[in-house]
């Protein structure tokens, strides 16, 4: 990453967006300095600062697929003020963007293996491009498993994208609703409850999960009594930051700066943490 891109934002301008869900929407960015966007790089589970010129800058996982440079997709779901404020912005708009930041996916370590993405809410966002990762080497990796919950059937995003996976080679696609109706024909209750229905021996797979927080310890009592090594189990963390160079200290969970370390770890560097209040 050089320096500009780390420390002072850049502009961007927004050359597409969709409405995934009444409160979720997709920018499609592109560097406004040509050479910079051809010469920016990431990899997946990496994130990116995105500021709104006059309110605030906040991190937002890079959705898009890393082997294409046309565009920088960011998936935001309105919260608060920042998001407010991009979710005003339309096509042509200009914001402000440094990054990438962060240890994304254990790429390198997974090679080979049986991967289970298991994602809760928006937590699908920063393993959307580790599916488009894996899917463009398909051969290098083994057997996927991507399990995706939702609290309501309309929180669902990108229904498409879950069925063109599921269409792809040794590749299961498992979605849960807490609440459903009768067009759902999924399955009720929590994500975590798929887990048995993995097509392939947990023993030796890696897993990356992503979600609210009691998702993701629910998650991992699940998958270590399913007979998961703990060492194969791979969290993103969220955490409220300001510089993202692991300076202010906003992101800490204990010794480690979500920002920096992470916000990708292994499930024993953060063990002792996670889930105790005021970390
Ligand atoms: C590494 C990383 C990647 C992220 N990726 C995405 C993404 O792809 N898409 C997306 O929509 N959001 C993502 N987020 C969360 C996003 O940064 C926050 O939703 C955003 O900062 C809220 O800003 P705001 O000003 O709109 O809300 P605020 O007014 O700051 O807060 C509104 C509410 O959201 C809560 N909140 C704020 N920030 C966080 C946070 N980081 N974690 C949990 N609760 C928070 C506040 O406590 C408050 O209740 C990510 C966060 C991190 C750390
Ligand atoms: S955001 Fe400042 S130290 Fe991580």
New binding site residues.
């Given amino acids: 990453m050089s320096a500009a891109l780390s420390r002072v934002p850049v502009a961007a301008e927004i050359i597409r967006r969709t409405q995934e869900s009444p409160s979720v929407f997709t920018l499609g960015l592109r560097l406004c300095d040509p050479a910079q966007h051809s010469a920016y790089r990431f990899m997946p589970g990496q994130?990116n600062m995105l500021y709104l010129y006059g309110v605030?800058e906040?991190?937002?996982?890079i959705v898009s697929d890393p082997d294409r440079d046309d565009e920088l997709e960011?998936?935001?779901?309105v919260?608060?003020?920042?998001?407010?404020g991009f979710d005003a912005l339309k096509v042509g708009d200009r914001i402000g963007i440094r990054g990438p930041f962060?240890r994304g996916w254990p790429l390198e370590q997974v090679r080979g293996k049986d991967l289970l993405l298991l994602t809760g809410g928006?937590g699908c966002?920063?393993l959307v491009s580790v599916i488009n990762y894996v899917t463009q080497r398909r051969a290098e990796f083994g057997r996927i498993a991507i399990l995706q919950g939702v609290k309501h059937m309309d929180d669902l995003i990108w229904r498409d994208r879950y069925d063109q996976w599921a269409a792809l080679p040794d590749t299961q696609v498992l979605l849960a609703a807490d609440v459903a109706g009768a067009s759902w024909s999924w399955h009720v209750g929590l994500v975590t409850e798929l887990i048995d229905q993995v097509a392939f021996d947990l023993n030796n797979a890696h897993v990356m999960v992503c979600g609210p927080e009691p998702m993701m310890l629910a998650s991992i009592r699940k998958l270590c009594d399913s007979g998961v090594d703990e060492k194969h189990i791979w969290l993103s963390m969220?955490?409220?930051?300001q510089c993202a160079l692991g300076q202010c200290g906003h992101?800490q969970i204990g010794p480690h700066f979500?920002c920096k370390d992470g916000?990708v770890f292994c499930y024993p560097e953060i063990r002792e943490r996670l889930g105790v209040k005021g970390f």
Wanted: aromatic share 4%; hydrophobic share 35%.
């Fill in positions: 994130f605030g906040i991190p937002i996982s960011h998936t935001i779901r919260v608060g003020r920042v998001t407010r962060g928006l966002a920063p969220e955490r409220n930051m992101c979500v916000p």
